[in-house]
């Protein structure tokens, strides 16, 4: 009986087919929802201190409730340092433990913010799992960019440093540019386009020097786009498998420019390879 309950509790917690399945994952994401609403209310320093502490009871049942949950699915997991170790394993573990710091480390509960990752869930729940292999695109071609990336980032973190240094000697201490640090931040949020506004140029060269950057911050912030957008077209390292790549090739003329549904070779007409054709 034990391992029969313990067998129909695993399909509900884990499965979401059936009615009841599906049930048990609702249930759950509004309940998370609902938590981070009141976590996100109870930071109101306005709040009536009596309406603090009724969130703070339904904050505390919350996380009662998701760890009696997770305590269940370690129970029902086969492979129970398998789930624990996953993805949603460590989400799970995370949407509790900040309540539990709180006792601690005042404050700290508010990190149960985490919770709304839970969310992710409703992937499964609406069947929408398989669109998580676009997001597998994306990450692959985020991959292949990371050195281009890098040395951007290099290459900008050098030109604020230069940028910065000269604002201060521009500008000086009169101005707002007191140390070169503080030159630094005003660089990079005006190289960024932010312009926060806090420190500015007085002087002409100052604004001129300013402008400059400003119309070199558009520039600049397109780059990293245009690398991943670059490396997402790149049939060879983009979502495009070699098996795929291989199979859009034309057997007669070797022409490789071709519509994903494809019948025919559009520059001398040959049939092309059935897996070109069967991979929508």
């Not at 409730?65 to 993805?87: D, G, M, N, P, Q």
């Not at 245009?226 to 790549?245: D, F, K, L, Q, Y």
Request: proline letters at 4%; hydrophobic letters at 50%.
């Amino acid at each position: 009986m034990p391992s029969r309950f313990r067998a129909h509790l695993l399909r509900i917690i884990f499965q979401s087919s059936r009615w009841d399945e599906k049930t048990f994952d609702v249930c759950l994401i509004v309940a998370i929802a609902l938590s981070v609403v009141v976590v996100m209310v109870e930071s109101i320093p306005t709040l009536n201190p009596e309406l603090r502490r009724v969130l703070y009871i339904v904050e505390w049942s919350f996380t009662i409730l998701f760890t009696f949950e997770y305590i269940l699915r370690l129970y029902v997991s086969l492979k129970r340092l398998r789930y624990a170790r996953s993805f949603f394993g460590v989400v799970d573990l995370l949407a509790i433990l900040p309540t539990y710091l709180d006792l601690l480390l005042p404050g700290a509960h508010y990190l149960a913010l985490l919770r709304v990752l839970r969310v992710l869930r409703i992937f499964r729940v609406l069947k929408l799992a398989k669109y998580i292999g676009e997001a597998n695109v994306l990450m692959r071609a985020m991959r292949s960019s990371g050195r281009k990336i890098a040395v951007f980032i290099f290459v900008v973190v050098v030109l604020v440093l230069i940028l910065g240094s000269l604002m201060y000697l521009i500008e000086g201490a009169e101005h707002g540019f007191t140390s070169i640090p503080k030159s630094v931040y005003w660089a990079i949020v005006t190289l960024t386009t932010v312009g926060y506004g806090d420190i500015s140029p007085a002087t002409p060269l100052g604004q001129f020097f300013a402008s400059i950057i400003m119309l070199t911050g558009y520039g600049i912030i397109a780059v990293p786009t245009a690398i991943v957008t670059a490396e997402m077209a790149n049939p060879s390292r983009g979502g495009i498998s070699r098996r795929e790549r291989e199979a859009s090739v034309c057997p007669a003329c070797r022409c490789e420019d071709h519509d994903h549904d494809a019948a025919y070779c559009k520059v001398c007409g040959e049939r092309l390879p059935a897996e070109l054709q069967a991979k929508d």
